[in-house]
């Protein structure tokens, strides 16, 4: 090659370099243009507790990359060629502030912008939502959170503010104070606590039950702790008490066979006695020793055992033999002719030496009781009014028969317990009429009545309501809650001022159908059950196994499974809690003024 195109080959080599380098120049300009084009609204987006929707703009030649790693934190481009975005925010659940970052980058830039949301005024838990307390009680520290002030509030008169005290930059601590519980059973609570309109916070507490002593024998003592320790008893209604054609049985009125399970459950779910109504008739051969089968009393003896075994005291009696004077224990026939009145007496006498020769090794967890509603069919309102007394007179006959023929068994059964009852059971004609047996033992004697006032409200259900709250037009028009005290305050004069303790033999409430209606009826046994422990008595809840609504249909378990029939398991609580409740601060006035509104 000549030097000439060796020349000409360089320049045109020169040029295309130059062209090549004021071309990358070129594009290196552009590049740097669409950078400095690159603007944003905004660098910091500030957002209240509440959070919400806030926006801002991106103005760029080139393509744009909106990113914001916080899931709180939500992102929208409204108008894709003005490249307006919409950031939205919920409410902060926190109390602290919270902060991300919203990036922005276009083409080899990038820029950001501060997103800054401010706690929520008001509280946290910092410790747990759920505390578990021993039975003695005492304070609790709840930690929290606060920015501000803070109301509590309790559902059980047993947990109450004590104080509350910061420890820290929006740290508080507060203090419970938790009674003793004094219940059979463990009981749990709820404290809320609140703080302007935010929700509010829930604490559970719950606390251990008191242990009681198991088959232990009721101890000699005063009146009111002697009714104490037998505690809250439940009745085995229409089990044992049933009969047809004049037979008894166990099942013959549609409660399934009792069980260990049943008892065990009773036991479990708070009640420390079983009242185990027996009817006898159909169940003895003929005179002169009226000899009671030994697969029925063997069967009797079988479930006291169940008791035993699940630490229950229980009551064993002579039930519907003597019901409405319409068998062989008929105080209208004795009251007519001296002969029966004889006769009858032989028979229970026997009756009753043979029961207490069956149980003479049993402690007396076991307290026999001399008989139930005895009347000559005038439920307390027939010829008892008018014969001058006579009714009375045999009635105290039969009850010091009973004792006599108790006691000359021997074994157990001479420091055993006996209740002996008044005419039909009544309050009234009990403390007019009843005349205590003389006993060759000292302090061994209970008196049973009954108490189901306002029976219109209580057993028949023809009122849904009780109590000084209560719809005028949905109550009876007397047995409020004055007319129990004062009838509780005369069984206390009468026999408990005076050592002899009282237990109500049956007590209750049947079942309603609506939530409104069921709320005085928890209101009314949570009643009845403070004022006897109040006056120094123990209920006994009648159970007759039933689960409908209405009249008659008092069923709490299952007799067979010991299962729960309705919302059993409420109605118990009350009734345990309105029983065993030992604390100043839960008075029958309190109660009184908890009524369903």
């Avoid at 957002?47 to 939500?74: H, I, L, M, N, P």
Wanted: aromatic share 12%; charged share 25%; proline share 3%.
């Amino acid at each position: 090659m000549d030097l000439k195109k060796m020349i000409k080959v360089k320049r045109v080599w020169l040029v295309g370099m130059l062209a090549t380098f004021f071309f990358a120049c070129s594009s290196d300009e552009e590049e740097l243009n669409v950078s400095n084009d690159f603007t944003i609204s905004t660098q910091e987006l500030i957002f209240d507790e509440q959070g919400g929707s806030k926006s801002f703009s991106v103005e760029s030649k080139g393509e744009v990359e909106v990113t914001c790693t916080a899931s709180w934190c939500k992102i929208e481009q409204m108008y894709i060629q003005k490249r307006k975005y919409t950031v939205s925010l919920e409410p902060n659940p926190h109390m602290d502030t919270r902060e991300t970052t919203i990036n922005v980058k276009s083409g080899m830039i990038g820029k950001s912008i501060v997103v800054r949301q401010s706690g929520t005024q008001g509280i946290q838990l910092v410790g747990e939502s759920a505390y578990v307390v021993n039975v003695t009680g005492g304070d609790l520290d709840i930690k929290l959170k606060a920015t501000g002030e803070y109301q509590v509030a309790s559902n059980g008169y047993w947990i109450r503010e004590k104080g509350k005290v910061a420890s820290g930059a929006n740290e508080s601590v507060l203090t419970l104070a938790i009674s003793p519980n004094t219940m059979p059973i463990d009981r749990k609570g709820v404290v809320t606590i609140a703080s302007g309109n935010l929700t509010p916070l829930k604490v559970t507490i719950t606390q251990n039950k008191k242990e009681y002593a198991k088959n232990a024998s009721i101890a000699e003592g005063e009146a009111a702790e002697v009714a104490r320790q037998i505690g809250l008893g439940w009745n085995l209604g229409n089990q044992f008490d049933s009969h047809y054609n004049g037979i008894s049985g166990e099942t013959l009125w549609g409660n399934p066979a009792v069980t260990q399970t049943t008892f065990d459950k009773l036991a479990a779910a708070g009640f420390t006695a079983v009242r185990i109504p027996i009817t006898w008739m159909g169940q003895f051969g003929d005179g002169p020793a009226y000899t009671i089968k030994e697969s029925w009393l063997g069967r009797i003896a079988e479930v006291v055992g169940y008791a035993r075994n699940s630490g229950l005291k229980a009551v064993i009696n002579m039930h519907h033999d003597g019901a409405d004077s319409a068998w062989w224990l008929s105080i209208k026939d004795a009251a007519k002719n001296d002969a029966e009145n004889e006769r009858i007496k032989t028979i229970y006498a026997s009756l009753w030496s043979q029961i207490a020769n069956k149980f003479k090794d049993y402690g007396n967890f076991l307290i026999f009781e001399s008989m139930n509603e005895i009347h000559d069919g005038g439920w307390g309102w027939g010829d008892n009014r008018k014969d001058g007394g006579k009714q009375y007179r045999i009635l105290n006959e039969w009850n010091q028969l009973f004792v006599d023929a108790v006691r000359e068994v021997g074994g157990e059964n001479l420091n055993r317990y006996l209740a002996v009852t008044g005419y039909c059971a009544d309050p009234d004609l009990t403390m007019d009429h009843l005349v205590l047996p003389n006993d060759r033992v000292k302090n061994k004697l209970l008196v049973a009545v009954h108490y189901y006032s306002p029976y219109e409200y209580a057993i028949n259900a023809d009122f849904s309501e009780w109590g000084h709250t209560a719809d005028a037009k949905n109550k009876p028009n007397y047995g409020n809650e004055e007319d129990l005290k004062k009838m509780f305050g005369k069984l206390k004069e009468k026999f408990v001022s005076k050592g002899i303790p009282v237990y109500i033999g049956e007590m209750g409430s049947v079942h309603r159908s609506t939530e409104r209606a069921e709320s005085f009826r928890k209101y009314y046994l949570e009643y009845v059950c403070k004022a006897a422990r109040t006056y120094g008595m123990a209920p006994f809840y009648w159970d007759n196994g039933a689960t409908g609504s209405g009249k008659e249909n008092f069923g709490l378990f299952n007799h067979g499974t010991g299962a729960f029939i309705n919302n059993a398991e409420d109605v118990v609580y009350k009734m345990v809690e309105g029983y065993f409740t030992d604390d100043e601060l839960y008075t029958l006035d309190v109660v009184y003024n908890n009524a369903p509104d």
